[in-house]
């Protein structure tokens, strides 16, 4: 592994399913985000956790779920879908450096039906 | 709440320079970074502007104005893999990012 990975590459679910996008990184960053991406929307924070054991809420929360267990591993949660929630998923991390720049996995597209 | 503006889309000749203006009002402001992000991939870091001023790597530049809460990434002699869209982010006062909608840049033969 080199940087972060997601998994699925892409996923079609029905609506009411529960679904786990799971976001592994191997750079020892403290901090690691979910991120949703929209057309006309940008990237919009959903969860974020500082720090193993921490977890926080961004911009647009609802309906989703996040655990950090260890410092690698950050999985997003959608406890029952919905078809608003189709989008590409982007996990990233950062490395607390100066800047703190985010580098971000290769994403997952979601579609819920 | 975050508000921040960049063109929409923008079109350039092949060798030319193109610049992409981004215009933020934010809860604070703790730097401004700019990522390219390539149809069906992830963004990529190009630059961050902490302090007012021009940074400058290779053919692509970035500048920021606080004051106005403006920058810019400039973009020269411009080839066809920088066909691509441009993120312009701003970290505020709570250390999270903000991104604008992105701004597509093609570039033409």
């Known amino acids: 592994i080199a940087g972060i990975t997601q998994a699925p590459t892409s996923q079609i679910l029905a609506a009411g399913r529960r679904m786990t996008l799971r976001c592994t990184q191997d750079?020892?960053?403290?901090?690691m985000y979910w991120y949703r991406q929209d057309l006309g929307l940008g990237l919009r924070l959903i969860h974020y956790?500082?720090?193993?054991?921490?977890?926080g809420k961004g911009e647009v929360p609802d309906g989703y779920s996040v655990s950090r267990a260890n410092t690698d591993d950050f999985p997003l949660t959608l406890a029952s879908a919905v078809p608003s929630q189709t989008s590409v998923y982007f996990c990233?991390?950062?490395?607390?450096?100066?800047?703190?720049?985010?580098?971000f996995g290769p994403g997952t597209r979601l579609t819920v039906l | 709440g975050q508000n921040i503006d960049q063109p929409t889309e923008m079109t350039a000749t092949e060798g030319a320079i193109v610049q992409i203006n981004c215009t933020y009002q934010?809860?604070?402001?703790?730097?401004l970074f700019w990522y390219q992000q390539h149809a069906g991939e992830a963004p990529t870091f190009l630059s961050y502007?902490?302090?007012?001023g021009l940074e400058e790597k290779g053919r692509f530049s970035s500048f920021l104005s606080r004051s106005k809460g403006y920058s810019y990434l400039l973009l020269k002699e411009l080839q066809m893999k920088d066909s691509a869209s441009y993120l312009c982010?701003?970290?505020?006062?709570?250390?999270?990012?903000?991104f604008g909608a992105g701004t597509t840049v093609t570039v033409r033969a």
């Open positions: 934010t809860s604070g402001f703790n730097g």
């Open positions: 982010a701003v970290k505020d006062n709570d250390y999270k990012l903000s």
């Open positions: 990233a991390s950062s490395d607390g450096g100066g800047s703190d720049t985010q580098y």
């Open positions: 956790s500082n720090t193993a054991g921490t977890t």
């Open positions: 502007n902490v302090l007012d």
């Open positions: 750079m020892r960053h403290n901090a």
